[in-house]
């Protein structure tokens, strides 16, 4: 039987950590003629922030900065994940480097979440319920997909639409909030994964060792460095578990000490980012960038079917004595309630602001933890699952920081709680009956993970990221001018400047009629790029526009450019290079008159769409 449950276990690591490079491995497969596949199709821009620190490790820079920002800069950057990321791309490129880290740790997620599952009960069924639906359950994101975009088109005719107050469900667009879809896109979600569900097992078996305690201590470390807002949601849950175990009466001085000890692991890294916070001005300005939680309507429709069928598998749970059935159902009862009045409360909210203050959020929170102590069980492991999933819908809305990547990883402890439900659920049916419906429950919970899967091989066909801007395959042009400028800007600082790309359509999937090439510039050559990144470049939407206004020859306001202004400009901001795009190449598709700027400089990659301009000194 031992033997039967690891083979379960790593065949579904072995399928999760395959699904997770697929679309990658069939993007190599038909990649065009002359061509490079760029690595990525979710979130590109991001990825080439990534992509730009494991550029500075393959040159050797443990200490880092910002290539999407032209700004004066000290270079204090630590990315301790990255920094070893590149050193692998050394040998196999960066996006090969991308690519394995998800296999790997895709695996490892699930090798460590089956671990953890131990903790939680001792039913075998229940774990590979818990561990499948966790790998990939989701909402009711399916039933209302689309390609592009965090809402519902205009032209959506979805009963839903209203319901949500126009909010597609954060299951279509928001990876890093499930498992799935982090696994597939991003490997810095990968391996934070592992990383939290690590620590909370070090958390729960410190309540008997002190060795979990060090390995727990370094978990924070690393995490601290690499995913920073993970670690508030770790403490906060971990202040849930608090209340549990107060309630239980389990807390004991020995357990309370050595959870403090593994949170003190992040101090250094926590000192560190201090440090920097005060000393870099640019590294600043990205760490106050408001990112706001969606509307709670949003969130609730991502959770939705993995909250009922948890609920109706608690409702059922018949091994229950009378008393803890009662108490069970009061908690449930209050945890409906809290969720009803927040669907409710999100009548009003955009999502493009704070929803509460930080006194709101302390009530709300509070009432969270009242919540949870009375739903508290005997085993501390659910309760610690249980403050993941309660607390986890009120976390994302702290008042500060990167508020959405405060989700990370929040199906994970509701889909444990559905495999729990899911099993007792089916309890009373025949053997036969309770296989069927549990698999089609599982495809019903999995059904907009699937819809992940296909949605990237529709952008690798479609040659078009869900930004719009960066193309999957890099043209011909385009891999020149990146080979030019790795065999020539080696160890100088080098600013290059390209013209913001223009997306053919933002309602569906087609190539950029334009592709933004400054972020792929500074991912793939280590540049530094003048408007590179929508949250990485200082008031990066005015520099969008002021880089659009040297390659536009009729602009629709005011006088276009004059050679001296473009040239002043040019000195202005160091800039080196200037990828420009061919005139008369692009103005069939893109409607625009546009300068030929070669007179800046001279021209050392020719393409037929693409130039790369040296410009004058």
Not at 68 to 97: E, M, N, R, S
Request: include cysteine; glycine fraction near 8%.
């Amino acid at each position: 039987m031992i033997r039967e449950k690891s083979r379960f276990v790593w065949v579904t690591a072995g399928v999760v950590a395959v699904l997770s490079i697929l679309p990658f491995l069939f993007a190599l497969a038909i990649t065009p003629p002359g061509t490079r596949y760029i690595g990525f199709q979710y979130n590109t821009d991001d990825h080439m922030v990534y992509a730009a620190w494991m550029r500075q490790a393959m040159d050797g820079h443990f200490l880092m900065d910002n290539r999407f920002a032209v700004d004066p800069q000290p270079g204090l950057t630590i990315h301790i994940y990255f920094f070893l990321l590149g050193l692998v791309a050394k040998f196999t490129g960066i996006p090969w480097a991308a690519a394995l880290a998800r296999f790997v740790f895709g695996g490892m997620f699930v090798l460590l979440l089956a671990k953890f599952l131990r903790l939680v009960t001792s039913n075998e069924t229940v774990q590979k319920l818990a561990l499948v639906i966790s790998c990939f359950g989701a909402g009711i994101g399916f039933l209302a997909w689309q390609p592009l975009g965090q809402d519902f088109l205009g032209s959506s005719q979805s009963p839903l639409k209203g319901i949500l107050l126009g909010h597609l469900p954060n299951d279509v667009w928001q990876p890093e909030a499930f498992a799935f879809p982090s696994l597939l896109t991003n490997s810095l979600f990968s391996v934070s994964l592992c990383l939290i569900i690590g620590i909370f097992y070090c958390v729960l078996r410190a309540r008997d060792s002190w060795r979990p305690v060090l390995p727990g201590a370094l978990g924070m470390l690393l995490l601290m460095n690499i995913h920073s807002y993970d670690v508030l949601t770790i403490t906060l849950v971990l202040v849930g578990l608090l209340v549990t175990a107060i309630v239980q009466k389990q807390l004991t001085p020995q357990w309370l000490i050595r959870v403090v000890l593994i949170g003190l692991g992040a101090i250094p890294a926590a000192l560190w980012f201090m440090y920097v916070l005060q000393h870099d001005p640019v590294f600043r300005m990205r760490a106050d960038t408001l990112t706001y939680t969606e509307s709670f309507r949003s969130i609730f429709g991502g959770y939705f079917l993995l909250g009922t069928v948890g609920a109706i598998g608690a409702i059922l749970h018949v091994h229950e004595t009378a008393q803890n059935k009662k108490n069970a159902l009061r908690g449930l009862g209050m945890l409906s309630f809290l969720v009803l009045v927040l669907f409710a409360m999100a009548s009003s909210y955009t999502g493009n602001s704070f929803w509460f203050s930080i006194p709101e959020w302390l009530v709300v929170f509070v009432a969270g933890l009242s919540v949870l102590a009375v739903l508290v069980r005997e085993n501390p492991a659910v309760n610690l699952i249980l403050s993941w999933a309660v607390l986890g819908l009120i976390i994302p809305y702290f008042p500060g920081l990167f508020q959405r990547k405060l989700m990370m990883g929040l199906s994970v402890p509701w889909a444990i709680l559905a495999g729990i439900g899911l099993y007792y659920a089916v309890q009373k049916l025949k053997a036969n009956e309770k296989r069927l419906v549990a698999a089609l429950c599982i495809i019903a919970l999995s059904g907009t993970s699937i819809f992940w899967l296909q949605r990237e091989f529709s952008m690798i066909m479609a040659n078009d990221s869900n930004t719009t801007l960066e193309p999957v395959f890099l043209s011909q042009d385009t891999a020149k001018i990146i080979d030019y400028l790795n065999d020539h800007t080696g160890g100088k600082r080098t600013v290059v400047l390209a013209m913001p790309g223009i997306p053919a359509s933002l309602e569906q999937l087609a190539s950029p009629v334009l592709p933004d090439l400054n972020p792929i510039l500074s991912g793939f050559t280590g540049v530094y790029t003048y408007a590179g990144h929508w949250s990485e470049t200082p008031d990066y939407t005015k520099r969008r526009g002021n880089a659009s206004m040297l390659f536009i020859a009729q602009p629709k306001h005011g006088p276009p450019m004059s050679l001296q202004q473009r040239m002043d400009f040019a000195k202005q901001w160091h800039i080196d290079y200037i990828v420009a795009p061919v005139p008369e190449s692009f103005l069939a598709r893109t409607k625009l008159a546009l300068n030929d700027v070669r007179d800046m400089g001279d021209v050392v990659v020719d393409g037929q769409e693409l130039r790369l301009i040296k410009v004058k000194s």
